[in-house]
């Protein structure tokens, strides 16, 4: 499989979304993040976008959402339960599993995902982190967990001018949880979840920086 290609291809559609402001349809606002949602074109589910500014350096945030195996993600995200790397490609690509618990009152169970994940650097220093999902010989489903699937998704570290101490976070979910949800779970569950990921981002970066 050419897990270097699909990677690549990840990061050119966060790049299209990136530049595309058309049809998003606000869903959720706090003091962190401004989270907007429209039809998916991947998948028979919606994609949703995280934006919001944070009171860290760029690579103070890379630090803490980069997708490393013993990275402090899964300290900080309550949506992580475990993260490993199941295979490094190259120096920038892996293909990593990622395990989440239960939530939203047990109404979701926990759930795995295997993902092909990119790394990559622009040259205004913007950071991004691009992932979808792909089958590994190493990772075959888990009984106790259901299987997910990440559509195109990541994280765009954005500097931002005269500001070296305030990073944007734009960041684009598009996921398939697998199993058999009702729609109203699924439609309340990410917005919530992509709120609580700005916010204990926020709280992880403040942290970093004491």
Not at 55 to 69: D, G, L, N, R, Y
Not at 77 to 92: I, L, P, R
């Amino acid at each position: 499989m050419d897990y270097a290609g699909l990677a690549e291809a990840a990061a050119e559609k966060m790049g299209l979304y990136r530049r595309d402001p058309g049809g998003w349809r606000g869903c959720r606002r706090t003091s962190e993040v401004s989270v907007s949602w429209r039809p998916s074109a991947e998948f028979a589910g919606n994609v949703y976008r995280g934006e919001g500014i944070l009171p860290a350096s760029p690579q103070h945030v890379w630090e803490c959402i980069k997708p490393v195996a013993g990275g402090p993600r899964t300290k900080w995200d309550q949506n992580v339960k475990d993260f490993e790397v199941v295979e490094a490609v190259s120096d920038t690509v892996s293909v990593c599993r990622t395990t989440t618990p239960s939530a939203f009152m047990r109404i979701i169970s926990p759930r795995e995902f295997v993902d092909v994940v990119l790394m990559k650097q622009y040259e205004d220093g913007t950071m991004l982190s691009a992932a979808t999902n792909v089958e590994h010989p190493l990772c075959p489903p888990q009984p106790n967990f259901v299987r997910g699937f990440n559509y195109p998704c990541g994280c765009f570290c954005i500097p931002l001018p005269g500001e070296p101490d305030r990073t944007q976070l734009l960041s684009f979910f598009q996921t398939d949880l697998g199993g058999y949800l009702p729609q109203t779970v699924v439609d309340s569950f990410f917005p919530a979840s992509i709120a609580g990921f700005y916010s204990n981002l926020t709280k992880a970066v403040k942290a970093l920086k004491v």
